[in-house]
C-alpha cells in the first residue's frame, strides 16, 4: 500500500509504481551537494558558473521527480521551499538518548580526535583531505602525541603512513568494544569539516548526542540551533588552535 523510499536516488530508480502511494525522505538533494561545492572564481572564469548550471538543471530534474511522488519528508525547512511542495513534512534528523549501552570514557590515551563518515561521499572526501593537508600538521606541532582516527567505508585505502593518523575502516553501530559507542567514548572531539554537501551533518548530530564536542565548519553546523555547543570555524589556523584547545581541556577534564 506504501513505499517508503530513502532518499530521492530510490525514488528515481524505483519511480512510482501501481495502486502503492510513494513516500521520499528528502535528505541529501544532488543539487545542493552540486551548487555547495561549486569553485570559487580563483578556479578559472567557467569553473563556478559550469557547476552553477548543473546545479539548476539537477534542482529543475529533482522538482519534476517529486512531483510524482505522493508525499515527502524533508529534514530542514529550506527543502521544502526548493521543492515547491507545501504539503512537505519536516520531519528532522535525530538520533535515540542516550546511548544503547553508553561505554565509561577512556583516559588512558594520548589526545585523540575523530572523523567519522563514508569517504565515498565527495564531501566527506574533500574535509577530510583539508583536514588532513592544513589542519592536522598545525595541530601536531603542539601536541605531537595526538592522534586522528578515521571511522568509515572507503574504497580507496591510504599508501603511505601519516603520522598520528589511523584508518579504522568501517565501525558497527553495536555495542561493546569495537563499535560506535565505544568509539566516541575513546575519543576527545569530533571534527566536521565539511564545506559542502546537503541536509543535516549526521555526523555533528551523533557526536552531540553522545556527549562528545564536536569542532564545526560553519557549513557543517548551519541547520543547528545557535545554542549548541558545535563551535563553526573554517580558517586552518582557527581551526588547529581550537582543536588543539579542546583537546587539552578534555584531558585535564579527564
Known amino acids: 500500500d506504501l513505499i517508503v523510499h530513502r532518499y530521492i536516488h530510490a525514488f528515481a530508480t524505483l519511480g512510482p509504481l501501481p495502486r502503492a502511494a510513494a513516500l521520499v525522505d528528502v535528505d541529501d538533494l544532488p543539487s545542493e551537494v552540486c551548487s555547495s561545492a561549486a569553485p570559487d572564481w580563483t578556479a578559472g572564469p567557467l569553473e563556478r558558473p559550469r557547476a552553477l548550471i548543473v546545479a539548476r538543471r539537477l534542482a529543475a530534474a529533482e522538482r519534476g521527480l517529486l512531483a510524482l511522488a505522493d508525499g515527502l519528508w524533508v529534514s530542514t525547512p529550506t527543502h521544502a521551499g526548493h521543492l515547491g511542495r ?64 578515521i571511522a568509515g567505508t572507503s574504497g580507496d585505502p591510504p599508501r603511505t603512513s601519516e603520522a598520528g593518523i589511523e584508518h579504522l575502516g568501517f565501525v558497527p553501530d553495536s555495542p561493546g568494544p569495537g563499535g560506535l559507542d565505544w568509539l566516541y567514548q575513546s575519543c576527545d572531539v569530533a571534527c566536521a569539516p565539511l564545506f ?23 557549513w557543517a553546523a548551519r541547520h543547528l540551533e545557535q545554542s549548541s555547543p558545535a563551535l563553526g570555524v573554517k580558517e586552518p589556523g582557527a581551526w588547529s588552535h581550537e582543536l588543539v584547545e579542546m583537546l587539552v581541556r578534555r584531558q585535564q577534564l579527564g
Open 86 to 149: 507545501g504539503d512537505s513534512v519536516l520531519l528532522r534528523n535525530a538520533l535515540a538518548w542516550p546511548p544503547a549501552d553508553p561505554q565509561p570514557p577512556t583516559t588512558d590515551r594520548p589526545p585523540t580526535a575523530l572523523f567519522i563518515g563514508p569517504l565515498w561521499h565527495p564531501p566527506n572526501r574533500r574535509g577530510l583531505a583539508w583536514l588532513k593537508r592544513e589542519v592536522w600538521p598545525r595541530v601536531r606541532q603542539r601536541l605531537p602525541h595526538a592522534r586522528l582516527l
Open 196 to 218: 559542502s554537501g546537503s541536509g543535516t551533518s549526521i555526523k555533528v548530530l551523533e557526536a552531540l548526542g553522545r556527549g562528545l564536542p564536536c569542532l564545526a565548519t560553519p
